[in-house]
């Protein structure tokens, strides 16, 4: 972590900001779903960013003639699916497009796409043989409830949301958030630039696959 912060800790700096450290008119409790809310939305904002903070994996055991597996509890969304087909050696799968859902009628071996539906990871075709995949995704965030629960702020991105937090709490307050309002601008500003700075070293490029196709990035 490499700047950690509780939620006790942002629930004092957002009193601060919002100049409410002695007022009873919004409980801690309702403080704390302001924060997490507020965590969820920068959270996303990562996530939509292309950097990888979030990323967690399911190793799906997959059964002859058996294409639907649930997914994680704690999913999100998916990066993509890698068959196992030798140890330690990984071949990913392709998304399944809309339109292409009816092209595998028959079983194969093994799978060749994947479609996540409802609360499922579907196969397809469905696979003939027991197979492992790894499924890479991302974790939904977590709720902020329990003061010792801690936020990962990175490089100051805890700021947005001690900001957006205070914000609604002027709201209710019905007081002037003009000035917060500007700060969260500047906050997600910087976090936009995350997918640069996350690989100073290297622009973007084409990717490879191993026939030598290559994809743009």
């Known amino acids: 972590m490499a700047r950690s912060f509780t939620l006790a800790q942002l629930r004092t700096k957002v009193r601060q900001r919002a100049d409410i450290e002695n007022s009873s008119f919004i409980s801690d409790s309702e403080l704390n779903g302001y924060i997490s809310a507020s965590y ?10 292309g950097v990888a903070y979030f990323e967690s994996t399911q190793t799906v055991a997959a059964v002859a003639s058996t294409s639907d597996y649930a997914l994680p509890a704690d999913y999100m969304s998916t990066v993509g699916v890698d068959w196992l087909r030798a140890t330690g050696k990984y071949e990913p799968i392709r998304r399944l497009m809309t339109k292409e859902r009816d092209l595998f009628p028959d079983p194969t ?3 060749l796409a994947y479609r996540v539906v409802g609360t499922n990871l579907v196969l397809f075709p469905t696979p003939s043989i027991a197979a492992t995949y790894r499924h890479v995704y ?20 805890e700021e947005f949301i001690v900001n957006d937090a205070a914000r609604k709490c002027l709201l209710k307050e019905e007081s002037d958030t003009s000035s917060l309002e500007r700060e969260i601008q500047r906050d997600l500003d910087r976090i936009d630039q995350a997918r640069i700075n996350r690989y100073v070293a290297d622009s973007p490029r084409v990717t490879w696959e191993e026939d030598d196709d290559f994809i743009d990035e």
Do not use: F, M, Q
């Open 40 to 49: 969820a939305v920068l959270y996303e904002r990562l996530v939509l960013s």
């Open 109 to 111: 071996p093994k799978a």
């Open 138 to 157: 991302i974790p939904a965030p977590a709720d902020l409830t329990a003061d010792g629960n801690t936020v990962d702020g990175v490089a100051g991105w």
